[in-house]
């Protein structure tokens, strides 16, 4: 159960994380491709099925037209989201004016530059970030030494600071961390390599040679550099019933094969001895019959039937076992219990409804799924509405509540 609370708590993080909104630059971008798109797929359109010289005369060239445009913003918001709808309603005029001015101007205006940067300011040009576009650290064409990405690229959000990449590390991400070394650097790059796993820490070069020192597990060696310990062949104690396997840098015990009574390795064919039930025969352990052993049963009355590792005696059709004998089943047992009275006992109907009743009061993983999975579908169609949104997850929130704390 425990697994289960915490999927649906997880889950429930999950659906939060969910509602945090779209950064808006990646909304303005979204604008800006389905603008392109739309000019793609309109570029060879005529409206009303070709241009009259009228109709060239009175409402322009259907390239820059006022229909065309149209056309277009009606799909500038592909994945429908309210982010969206709400930008492109908002900055409407600003649209119609890049359109009217720019774009009549000069046919491949940079409508991101011109929208998204410079005049509803959610974005900033590639290698800056925060309010007033300010450069990232380091070179401003490589900030953080491309080794890292600065936080708030390009949108008027973040820090600026660097993220490094995994093995880099430092304001700039210039430097190498421990574990790894730099396998080439100068004034404006540098590389960082990780070590060998057969290393403790620090290594000056790849390759099991190139470590400092050994890490545990592995032991310097004069050809090699650091070579695995063979621990089963040293150290390593197993249990009974168990044989050692060397692994690199260390070793794991494994169970013997249920045929055997200590092993080399896994199989019927690597025991030491032979387990209780089993015969060595051809170097393999293999299974005794003990039903072809005279009396094994002690009883006429019994059948045996072997079992891999033992055998079953167990009562001919027709009786049943009493106190180690068979006796012939008694007709009328199920009548005789039942006519006793229990009545501070459930019946076993009761139990099974009592039982079905607690499997309804601990819903299975399904319907957590299905209740998250609707929770997460209403957010979506009510994205950016803060207070349906609230009172969703208040519901949740009660919900998560109850089975999962
Ligand atoms: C530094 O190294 C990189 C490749 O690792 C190379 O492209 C660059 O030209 C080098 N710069 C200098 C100044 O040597
Ligand atoms: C089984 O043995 C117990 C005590 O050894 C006895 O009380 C019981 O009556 C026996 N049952 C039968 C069916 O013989």
């Given at each position: ?19 945090v ?11 800006i ?8 797929k ?34 500038l ?14 900055y ?29 300011k ?17 070179d401003?064409?490589r900030?953080?030494t ?11 959000e ?8 995994s093995?880099?590390?430092g ?12 396998e080439?650097?100068?004034d ?42 063979n ?19 260390s ?11 200590g ?17 060595m ?28 590792g ?8 027709g009786?049943?076992?009493e106190n ?12 005789k ?24 009061s601990?819903?299975?993983l399904?319907?957590h ?13 009510v ?23």
């Amino acid at each position: 159960m425990t697994v289960n609370r915490l999927t649906v708590f997880s889950l429930f993080i999950i659906s939060l994380i969910e509602y945090v909104a779209l950064d808006k630059c990646s909304v303005c971008r979204g604008i800006i491709d389905n603008f392109d798109e739309g000019l793609k797929k309109t570029a060879k359109a005529n409206f009303g099925g070709g241009n009259t010289r009228w109709e060239e005369k009175s409402l322009g060239s259907y390239a820059t037209s006022e229909t065309r445009l149209v056309e277009i913003v009606e799909n500038l918001c592909s994945k429908d989201t309210k982010e969206c709808h709400t930008m492109v309603e908002e900055y409407e005029d600003l649209v119609e004016n890049f359109w009217f001015n720019q774009f009549q101007k000069k046919r491949d205006a940079d409508f991101f530059q011109w929208l998204c940067i410079e005049n509803v300011k959610v974005c900033c040009p590639k290698n800056t970030y925060g309010p007033s576009c300010s450069q990232c650290k380091g070179d401003k064409d490589r900030p953080c030494t491309s080794n890292g990405k600065c936080d708030g690229e390009g949108t008027r959000e973040g820090t600026g600071k660097c993220n490094c990449d995994s093995g880099y590390q430092g304001d700039l991400c210039d430097e190498c961390k421990d574990a790894y070394f730099e396998e080439s650097k100068n004034d404006t790059h540098i590389t960082c390599t990780a070590c060998h796993m057969s290393c403790k820490s620090t290594c000056w070069e790849a390759g099991p040679k190139g470590c400092d020192e050994c890490g545990k597990g592995w032991e310097q060696n004069e050809e090699e550099g650091c070579k695995d310990i063979n621990e089963c062949e040293t150290d390593a104690t197993c249990e009974n019933g168990q044989y050692c396997s060397n692994t690199q840098g260390s070793y794991h015990c494994a169970t013997c094969h249920k045929a055997c009574d200590g092993c080399t390795l896994y199989g019927i064919d690597k025991c030491d001895k032979c387990a209780e039930g089993y015969t060595m025969e051809d170097n393999s352990c293999k299974d005794v019959d003990e039903c072809l052993l005279e009396d094994i049963c002690e009883d006429e009355n019994k059948v045996c039937t072997n079992k891999d590792g033992g055998y079953d005696c167990k009562c001919k059709d027709g009786l049943i076992e009493e106190n180690n004998t068979c006796i012939p089943k008694p007709k009328d047992i199920p009548k005789k219990k039942e006519s006793k009275p229990h009545k501070k006992k459930f019946s076993s109907k009761d139990k099974k409804s009592l039982k079905k009743r607690n499997k309804y009061s601990q819903p299975s993983l399904l319907v957590h799924f299905a209740i998250l999975g609707l929770y997460a579908l209403c957010g979506l169609l009510v994205r950016g509405n803060v207070v349906i949104i609230s009172v969703l997850t208040v519901f949740l929130g009660i919900y998560v509540y109850w089975f999962a704390i």
